[in-house]
């Protein structure tokens, strides 16, 4: 069975700083992974996926997530913080090649102050 | 237009009423899904569709039923609501025919409390 793991569930940074919200998952097979964003009052965005090739991915509004097999990872990141990044942020799980049922992480709060 | 919809986006009802969450869709996809969200416990998955003649339970669906009217509509139906199913509850869709496979686009969300 797959599983997510975030770890925090609340993160707090300056503006400008380094974001880093954390997942880990388990799969027995190899995984589609995922990043979306909820914005308050708002549905799901999706921010960036993983699916094949490049284990570097980079995202909307400057984000960025590695894939790390060793790891079992897929660390969300970006280099400096803005208050607009504030919101709910997701790490999801699929079979790659099966029937694109996510399952989801708890999910991180950023808050971003001045 | 928002390229999928959920009605109603509030709704505060009683236990044991008979509850119906709609959804609608633009997109033109086969695929949709129903999720529930509930604060530290992430969205799961209620039930999905992968086309008009096919529906599948998910891993929370007892309690819960649902209705693909059409390519376009997808129903959750609450028979008897219960003060447990007080939640956010999420539309999606997918296209697995996409380049961008496996990628769910999502409804803003039904808020909905039980009394």
């Known amino acids: 069975a797959q599983s997510v793991t975030q770890l925090g569930s609340h993160v707090s940074v300056s503006e400008g700083a380094l974001v880093l919200l954390r997942c880990n998952y388990s799969s027995s097979v190899p995984p589609y992974l995922f990043w979306y964003v909820q914005y308050p009052n708002q549905g799901l965005q999706l921010l960036l996926k993983y699916t094949t090739g490049a284990t570097l991915v980079k995202g909307i509004n400057g984000f960025e997530a590695e894939f790390k097999k060793s790891e079992t990872s897929f660390h969300l990141t970006k280099p400096s913080a803005h208050m607009s990044d504030a919101a709910e942020y997701f790490c999801a799980v699929s079979e790659a090649g099966g029937y694109n049922k996510l399952i989801f992480g708890a999910g991180t709060r950023l808050a971003v102050h001045p | 237009d928002a390229d999928v919809t959920q009605t109603p986006r509030n709704r505060i009802t009683k236990t044991g009423k008979r509850i119906m969450l709609e959804c609608s869709q633009t997109k033109g996809h086969d695929r949709m899904y129903w999720y529930r969200q509930d604060p530290g416990l992430g969205l799961r998955l209620i039930y999905y569709?992968?086309?008009?003649?096919?529906?599948n339970k998910g891993e929370i669906s007892d309690g819960y039923s649902v209705s693909r009217q059409a390519q376009a509509k997808f129903s959750l139906s609450l028979e008897s609501a219960i003060p447990n199913q007080t939640a956010l509850y999420f539309c999606?869709?997918?296209?697995?025919?996409?380049?961008?496979?496996?990628?769910?686009?999502f409804g803003p969300g039904t808020r909905l409390t039980v009394l």
């Open positions: 999606a869709t997918s296209d697995p025919t996409e380049i961008s496979t496996d990628t769910q686009y």
């Open positions: 569709s992968f086309d008009v003649k096919d529906i």
